[in-house]
């Protein structure tokens, strides 16, 4: 029986040895030494899935020890050893219970074997493939929920996946509270939907966009962002828990539910923005729009063509804009309604 629970936790003895030839890149697997005698065809049947299992979890400890550089990938990893600490612990168990003769060394060996020779060869097998392809960002979360797709008749497989994609969702979770929060991410791989470069007007990067976020929902998330690194400028102390919110986004799984997490955030910012903005003049109201591009399309903007058909001025209108730094600025009027055109440092178009 020890010799089993061993094999099954990855270690050679003297039944089960380290396979010396592995395939290039690859750690070493284990086979069964040559002249043991195998008995029945049972036996030889059961120590096939302990080596299966058992080189399995070798493979999955080896890519934790190698490790990589995407950091949506190495929480993959991370997910993966609390599936190997549960299966050791497993392991424990089943040696104590035998050694109490509460079970047979057969019996406790074929309930591990029922337990765990589909998720761990499952397991390494995905993680293993992320690996080879040098999978990053929100390409590690759409390969392992589309291998997930196929296994959703196995509940403890369908377990292990959504461990998995809980470690993917984690390094999401805490680079967007961190955008939110301070205005900048740890992104050393660039594999954030958002890119904030020093010097630079942070912007979304749509070819990292995670599967469940279209790109509205994530330019909003940028303007949001933007719009509490002002308040914090302007010292104001922000009454939002923006990671309950946070939790919301991450967690919502599609793209619509994602829209109604956004828009819960995007009304709370609002309000905080609102006891700041003191909307009146053209100038103002400008700046405000400018300042706070979460506002762009809403109250501020209508306030914005109101004032300036109010005023009857187009030209003032441009001249503010352009001091203001909008680029490209024109207005048409057509049948007593004022249309302006800007063009500022953020798509106007992306804005609600």
């Given amino acids: 029986l020890q010799e089993g629970i061993y094999s099954l936790a990855g270690f050679p003895g003297d039944v089960v040895f380290e396979d010396p030839t592995p395939s290039a890149g690859e750690p070493a697997g284990l086979r069964l030494a040559d002249g043991i005698p195998i008995l029945e065809e049972s036996e030889r049947a059961s120590i096939t899935r302990v080596l299966k299992i058992g080189s399995a979890a070798r493979d999955i400890q080896y890519l934790r020890d190698v490790g990589c550089d995407s950091l949506y990938l190495s929480s993959v990893f991370e997910s993966a050893g609390a599936i190997i600490e549960k299966f050791h612990n497993d392991l424990l168990d089943m040696e104590r219970r035998a050694e109490l003769e509460l079970l047979t060394g057969a019996t406790s060996l074929e309930l591990a074997l029922r337990s765990w020779e589909t998720v761990l060869p499952e397991a390494s097998d995905c993680i293993r493939g992320a690996f080879e392809q040098k999978l990053s960002g929100p390409d590690v979360l759409k390969y392992i929920q589309s291998r997930s797709s196929l296994s959703l008749s196995n509940p403890a497989v369908?377990?292990?996946?959504?461990?998995l994609i809980n470690g993917c969702e984690a390094t999401t979770r805490a680079q967007l509270l961190s955008w939110?929060?301070?205005?900048?991410?740890?992104?050393?791989?660039?594999?954030?939907?958002?890119?904030?470069?020093?010097?630079?007007?942070?912007?979304?990067?749509?070819?990292?966009?995670?599967?469940?976020?279209?790109?509205?929902?994530?330019?909003?998330?940028?303007?949001?962002?933007?719009?509490?690194?002002?308040?914090?400028?302007?010292?104001?102390?922000?009454?939002i828990d923006l990671g309950q919110h946070v939790n919301e986004v991450v967690a919502a799984g599609s793209d619509f539910a994602t829209g109604i997490a956004v828009s819960r955030l995007k009304n709370k910012i609002s309000k905080e923005v609102?006891?700041?903005?003191?909307?009146?003049?053209?100038?103002?109201?400008?700046?405000?729009?400018?300042?706070?591009?979460?506002?762009?399309?809403?109250?501020?903007?209508?306030?914005?063509?109101?004032?300036?058909?109010?005023?009857?001025?187009?030209e003032a209108g441009i001249r503010v804009a352009e001091e203001l730094g909008f680029e490209d600025v024109t207005f048409s009027s057509f049948n007593g309604v004022t249309s302006p055109c800007l063009s500022p440092q953020w798509p106007l178009s992306e804005v609600v």
């Fill in 158 to 163: 369908v377990k292990m996946y959504r461990l």
């Fill in 180 to 239: 939110l929060l301070y205005g900048h991410i740890i992104d050393p791989n660039e594999e954030f939907f958002i890119e904030v470069d020093h010097g630079q007007v942070p912007r979304v990067c749509e070819e990292r966009l995670p599967v469940w976020m279209g790109s509205k929902n994530a330019h909003d998330l940028l303007y949001a962002g933007q719009a509490l690194a002002k308040m914090r400028q302007c010292r104001h102390k922000i009454k």
């Fill in 274 to 314: 609102g006891t700041l903005v003191q909307p009146g003049s053209i100038r103002e109201l400008l700046s405000s729009i400018r300042d706070y591009p979460l506002l762009g399309r809403g109250l501020l903007w209508d306030m914005f063509i109101e004032e300036v058909d109010k005023s009857s001025n187009i």
